[in-house]
């Protein structure tokens, strides 16, 4: 994966560098109890902050060569939802225990799976 300084300091603009090397968003609160009100996840490396009992995010659409990073600092754990017609590790969700980490990589237009680890 290309690293932002490096892509910028070859000269491409910032947003195009975003568009290469993905973007992050800090602070997400997980929400909802299903995938219908879970909070909608819009970046490509994102940390949970808040994270109550039974809370959720949802993974963007599967794309064949997609990944998502999540780091789970929420004080509970955090379910993982994919969208309508996808699943993740061939099931209806996942989830991801406070103080851990999960790289989501879609090897189909809609199949995701994951890699868990402790954060460190």
């Known amino acids: 994966m290309a690293l932002p300084s490096r892509v910028l300091g070859s000269g491409i603009t910032g947003?195009?560098?975003?568009?290469?090397?993905?973007?992050g968003e800090d602070d997400i609160v997980a929400a909802g109890t299903s995938a219908?009100?879970?909070?909608q996840l819009v970046a490509i490396y994102n940390s949970?902050?808040?994270?109550?009992p039974g809370s959720g995010v949802k993974l963007q659409k599967a794309e064949q060569g997609?990944?998502?990073?999540?780091?789970?600092?929420?004080?509970?754990?955090?379910?993982v939802y994919p969208q309508t017609g996808d699943t993740v590790n061939q099931a209806t969700s996942a989830s991801i225990a406070q103080n851990h980490a999960s790289v989501f990589f879609a090897v189909s237009n809609t199949e995701w799976y994951s890699l868990n680890g402790t954060r460190t």
Do not use: E
């Open 48 to 52: 949970i902050d808040t994270a109550s």
């Open 36 to 39: 219908g009100n879970a909070t």
């Open 66 to 79: 997609a990944m998502l990073i999540i780091s789970n600092s929420g004080s509970h754990t955090v379910t």
């Open 15 to 23: 947003l195009s560098t975003i568009s290469i090397c993905g973007d």
